[in-house]
């Protein structure tokens, strides 16, 4: 390209190459609120080219309608509204979320931000209703004025993490359940220190009805420990191999300063969970 062509290229303060700035140039955006590219403020040319070099996903809401501008990142998200969402309004390109939308719009005009943390909507990006959880951010976009011309987001889905946080939390309440409704003494030991995860009522009474839950098995039952059962669990951890003990004598002190107590019981250690 010339030197003569490149400064004539109404494109030029893009800097960017790659598919959604080949999609800029293409686009009829004398068809949009904006109009041609040739008449755009430098405001709104300088906020376009800044959104394309990012590696998250950013996407611009100019004007009161809000017309779309995006970077790569976004297209990934938008799904297979990708790239008819370039030059739309934000009301009819996500037209399930159009009043959350008439609300990012009002305040970003009115100069303000907002953000949200795990935000749950109902998107049809991909021709079916699905549930999503997103981090937002949003920020006014200044004119030459300084006055807010439009809203820039910044959108980070965290679908995969929330559903991954809420099945470890189902799966931990029904390992509680199989704990609580156990008819021997169970307790479950983290590898951290060794300290005790969940314990059931039946372990609790084991032990004279100790508070150990989050403490380290050294310091909550110091006595049972000293009988080489910290070594055991260390080599639990360490090997993977369950260890199993029939009729073992395990002595307890079941008050602070009372005497220690023998009990008889059939143990088994693994490395997913702990039973004495």
């Known amino acids: 390209m010339s030197t003569h062509s490149y400064q004539d290229d109404p494109f030029r303060f893009l800097?960017?190459?790659?598919?959604?700035?080949s999609i800029i140039r293409n686009h009829d955006w004398s068809a949009t609120p904006l109009g041609r590219v040739e008449n755009w403020p430098q405001c709104l040319k300088t906020a376009t080219?800044?959104?394309?070099?990012?590696?998250?996903?950013?996407?611009?809401?100019?004007?009161?309608?809000?017309?779309?501008?995006?970077?790569?990142?976004?297209?990934?998200?938008?799904?297979?509204?990708?790239?008819?969402?370039?030059?739309?309004?934000?009301?009819e390109g996500w037209a399930e979320i159009a009043d959350f939308n008439d609300n990012v719009m009002k305040v970003?005009?009115?100069?303000?931000?907002?953000?949200?943390?795990?935000?749950?909507?109902?998107?049809?990006?991909?021709?079916?209703?699905?549930?999503?959880?997103?981090?937002?951010?949003?920020?006014?976009?200044?004119?030459?004025n300084g006055d807010p011309?439009?809203?820039?987001?910044?959108?980070?889905?965290?679908?995969?993490?929330?559903?991954?946080e809420r099945r470890n939390k189902e799966e931990s309440q029904r390992l509680q359940n199989l704990f609580e409704q156990a008819p021997t003494f169970m307790a479950m030991i983290s590898a951290d220190k060794h300290r005790f995860d969940m314990i059931n009522p039946e372990y609790r009474k084991l032990i004279g009805d100790r508070d150990v839950v989050g403490r380290p098995f050294v310091e909550a039952l110091?006595?049972?420990?000293?009988q080489g059962y910290n070594e055991l669990l260390a080599n639990v951890f360490q090997t993977g191999q369950t260890i199993r003990r029939t009729s073992e004598r395990v002595m307890f002190r079941w008050t602070q300063d009372g005497p220690l107590r023998s009990g008889m019981s059939t143990s088994s250690i693994s490395r997913s969970a702990t039973k004495a």
Do not use: C, K
């Open 49 to 91: 080219a800044l959104l394309l070099q990012s590696p998250i996903p950013l996407v611009m809401l100019w004007g009161e309608q809000g017309v779309m501008i995006y970077n790569d990142a976004y297209s990934a998200f938008a799904g297979h509204r990708h790239p008819e969402l370039f030059g739309s309004n934000v009301r």
């Open 149 to 164: 011309a439009g809203v820039i987001a910044i959108v980070v889905e965290t679908t995969e993490r929330v559903l991954a």
């Open 222 to 226: 110091p006595e049972v420990a000293e």
């Open 108 to 144: 970003g005009l009115a100069g303000q931000t907002l953000s949200y943390r795990d935000q749950e909507l109902t998107l049809h990006r991909n021709g079916y209703p699905e549930q999503v959880w997103m981090d937002l951010a949003y920020s006014p976009v200044p004119d030459e």
């Open 15 to 21: 800097g960017h190459t790659g598919e959604v700035a």
